[in-house]
């Protein structure tokens, strides 16, 4: 059964309209294709993934702690890979 991804008001209202560029998708492959994945302060997960389409930059996605609905995504222009 697919996982149903959620958007918070600010990601649809804020997110998308200060980066126009950003598709849902791209977001969507990152939770589900990680490279590494963090919590965060105040009950949020960092996601970080490969968007080929984006140049192949790294897109750092953050959920609220369900980890399924989208909150703010931007190229994460210093996310260093640790082993």
């Known amino acids: 059964m697919a996982t149903v991804y959620k958007f918070t008001p600010y ?6 309209r200060k980066r126009a560029y950003l598709k849902k998708e791209w977001c969507i492959d990152v939770l589900e294709n990680p490279l590494r994945i963090e919590a965060q302060e105040g009950n949020r997960y960092r996601f970080w993934g490969k968007v080929e389409d984006l140049d192949g930059r790294i897109l750092r996605v953050v959920t609220l702690d369900d980890k399924v609905t989208i909150h703010n995504a931007f190229p994460d222009r210093r ?4 082993n």
Do not use: I, S, T
Request: glycine letters at 0%.
């Open 79 to 82: 996310y260093r890979h640790e």
């Open 11 to 16: 990601f649809e209202n804020e997110v998308l």
